[in-house]
């Protein structure tokens, strides 16, 4: 009777997420399909097709994601500034599709570093401006359930996509080209679906009309505590991981078969987008931090199973664990920022935060990866 009144009020909560936030993770979704069937070969395409270095190769992905990080602030403030979350959003995405074309024509690596510069400036554009829709979309007794259902579905494009990837090199022979031709189209569907499948608000709450003022930083440093105290839990939570590579590696090393590596990222995802909707649903019922709290020992549980198991189960178990981490943390993380942050500077605040808990992951990863290898 209680497991079905609970389903009963996670069902509830999910279901009243608003149409446009479910484009909105349908968006992500299309999107991340696309970059994935891309990144997911990218690095054999760069040194074995084009013969690129394999510090090339690391030069390329450093470079492209710390475009990334330095956009997410500006788009955000901008987006504050504007009243235009869409406009902003629809620019990202609209640019990370125009990038997908690039690299199957490609002939040198610098057009590669040209189109993943493109394609991550985009993400950083379009990312706090998105968020920040959502939360102008969502009302605020659903905000939980609201950012996990975005949250589920973006993770299920970041595990669809090198699947269809290794499909379509099965199906084409191994034309690697052809597979990278064939992700522009999840990318304009995303595109449109933005377009013409999300509305946005014509007055968010705490809007200021049409002619907003310029927005100081001393109004930013004043957000309140709250905020910064979700900033830093983000950033903490951000050092406690590390690298998904090692995950891969751990299972290789417990004597998974280098044919059967990629399932442990598809476990991983596929626990991930399970749970985050019903974690955000949760989360809107009860105190958010508690179901963090759960997500940290999830944390803690997997890695135990990760650094004591033996065998390849155990293993599989904390990379099962580590999903569920992320599914109980990452939409949740989002729903706080919107909790602590006032409703005009939604984007700001996402920039701040996204910026924040993303530049330590190149810090932190190293050192655990270190540590408990």
């Given at each position: 009777?209680?497991?079905?009144?609970?389903?009963?009020?996670?069902?509830?909560?999910?279901?009243?997420?608003?149409?446009?936030?479910?484009?909105?993770?349908?968006?992500?979704?299309?999107?991340?399909?696309?970059?994935?069937?891309?990144?997911?070969?990218?690095?054999?395409?760069?040194?074995?097709?084009?013969?690129?270095?394999?510090?090339?190769?690391?030069?390329?992905?450093?470079?492209?994601?710390?475009?990334?990080?330095?956009?997410?602030?500006?788009?955000?403030?901008?987006?504050?500034?504007?009243?235009?979350?869409?406009?902003?959003?629809?620019?990202?995405?609209?640019?990370?599709?125009?990038?997908?074309?690039?690299?199957?024509?490609?002939?040198?690596?610098?057009?590669?570093?040209?189109?993943?510069?493109?394609?991550?400036?985009?993400?950083?554009?379009?990312?706090?401006?998105?968020?920040?829709?959502?939360?102008?979309?969502?009302?605020?007794?659903?905000?939980?359930?609201?950012?996990?259902?975005?949250?589920?579905?973006?993770?299920?494009?970041?595990?669809?996509?090198?699947?269809?990837?290794?499909?379509?090199?099965?199906?084409l022979a191994g034309n690697i080209r052809a597979v990278f031709a064939w992700a522009a189209v999840p990318a304009i569907v995303a595109v449109l679906l933005l377009v013409f499948g999300v509305?946005?608000?014509?007055?968010?709450?705490?809007?200021?009309?049409?002619?907003?003022?310029?927005?100081?930083?001393?109004?930013?440093?004043?957000?309140?505590?709250?905020?910064w105290g979700v900033v830093a839990l983000g950033v903490v939570f951000t050092m406690a991981r590390f690298s998904e590579a090692f995950l891969v590696l751990r299972a290789q090393d417990a004597?998974?078969?280098?044919?059967?590596?990629?399932?442990?990222?598809?476990?991983?995802?596929?626990?991930?987008?399970?749970?985050?909707?019903?974690?955000?649903?949760?989360?809107?019922?009860?105190?958010?931090?508690?179901?963090?709290?759960?997500?940290?020992?999830?944390?803690?549980?997997?890695?135990?199973?990760?650094?004591?198991?033996?065998?390849?189960?155990?293993?599989?178990?904390?990379?099962?664990?580590?999903?569920?981490?992320?599914?109980?943390?990452?939409?949740?993380?989002?729903?706080?920022?919107?909790?602590?942050?006032?409703?005009?500077?939604?984007?700001?605040?996402?920039?701040?935060f996204n910026l924040a808990s993303g530049d330590v992951t190149p810090i932190s990863h190293p050192a655990i990866t270190r540590v408990l290898g």
């Amino acid at each position: 009777m209680g497991t079905d009144k609970t389903k009963a009020l996670w069902r509830s909560g999910i279901s009243a997420v608003p149409r446009g936030v479910w484009a909105l993770g349908l968006v992500s979704m299309f999107m991340d399909i696309s970059s994935e069937m891309i990144h997911s070969l990218l690095p054999v395409f760069l040194v074995g097709t084009l013969g690129a270095s394999v510090a090339l190769v690391g030069l390329i992905e450093g470079a492209a994601e710390a475009t990334a990080s330095i956009t997410k602030i500006f788009s955000g403030w901008l987006s504050d500034r504007l009243g235009k979350r869409k406009l902003l959003a629809v620019l990202g995405y609209g640019l990370g599709a125009l990038s997908k074309p690039i690299f199957p024509l490609a002939v040198t690596p610098f057009e590669v570093f040209g189109a993943r510069f493109a394609d991550r400036i985009g993400k950083g554009v379009r990312g706090a401006p998105r968020d920040a829709l959502v939360a102008d979309l969502s009302p605020p007794s659903i905000r939980g359930a609201a950012f996990g259902v975005r949250q589920s579905l973006d993770t299920i494009g970041a595990f669809t996509g090198p699947l269809v990837a290794m499909a379509l090199m099965l199906v084409l022979a191994g034309n690697i080209r052809a597979v990278f031709a064939w992700a522009a189209v999840p990318a304009i569907v995303a595109v449109l679906l933005l377009v013409f499948g999300v509305q946005e608000p014509r007055a968010p709450a705490g809007a200021h009309g049409a002619a907003r003022p310029p927005i100081r930083w001393a109004e930013v440093r004043g957000i309140g505590p709250a905020f910064w105290g979700v900033v830093a839990l983000g950033v903490v939570f951000t050092m406690a991981r590390f690298s998904e590579a090692f995950l891969v590696l751990r299972a290789q090393d417990a004597g998974l078969p280098v044919a059967l590596l990629p399932v442990v990222l598809v476990v991983m995802n596929v626990v991930y987008s399970i749970a985050a909707a019903p974690a955000g649903s949760l989360s809107d019922r009860i105190d958010r931090r508690l179901v963090l709290i759960a997500g940290l020992a999830c944390l803690v549980l997997a890695d135990l199973f990760l650094a004591l198991g033996g065998g390849v189960a155990s293993v599989l178990i904390g990379v099962a664990l580590w999903g569920l981490h992320m599914g109980l943390t990452q939409g949740l993380l989002a729903a706080l920022v919107v909790d602590t942050a006032p409703a005009h500077l939604r984007g700001t605040a996402f920039g701040l935060f996204n910026l924040a808990s993303g530049d330590v992951t190149p810090i932190s990863h190293p050192a655990i990866t270190r540590v408990l290898g």
